[in-house]
């Protein structure tokens, strides 16, 4: 992976099946089929922290934050629906990160493109 985190974070979002990027909010953000939201990337959007927030199958938020609080967080308003906040200003693993990516599009997509990752 590069040192930029974005163009990580990029790179990992738009290898997956029917991706698309472009601006939400004012950040970078990743959809599937160019309608349902995976990945949003926080600048300092909210807070002073780098991160992304990310869809995230049920019960994984909240382990992750409890395993490790200086990388995991609860995002703001997309928290409350399970969505998972990562940290990038912090010692991350990419191998990691891809698959929390992963995860987060298979959570959103449909089966049939789901089933590509297979």
Do not use: N
Not at 54 to 81: K, M, T
Not at 92 to 100: K, L, M, N, S, T
């Amino acid at each position: 992976m590069t040192d930029d985190p974005l163009e990580s974070l990029r790179r990992l979002c738009l290898a997956l099946p029917e991706t698309t990027e472009r601006l939400s909010h004012g950040e970078p953000t990743w959809f599937i089929r160019g309608k349902k939201t995976f990945v949003m990337y926080a600048d300092h959007h909210h807070d002073d922290r780098l991160a992304f927030w990310c869809a995230a199958p049920p019960g994984v938020q909240e382990a992750l934050i409890a395993q490790d609080p200086e990388r995991f967080f609860r995002p703001p308003y997309v928290g409350h629906r399970g969505w998972l906040g990562v940290h990038l200003d912090v010692p991350q693993d990419w191998a990691e990160i891809a698959e929390i990516v992963t995860d987060a599009y298979r959570t959103v997509a449909p089966k049939r493109l789901s089933a590509l990752l297979e």
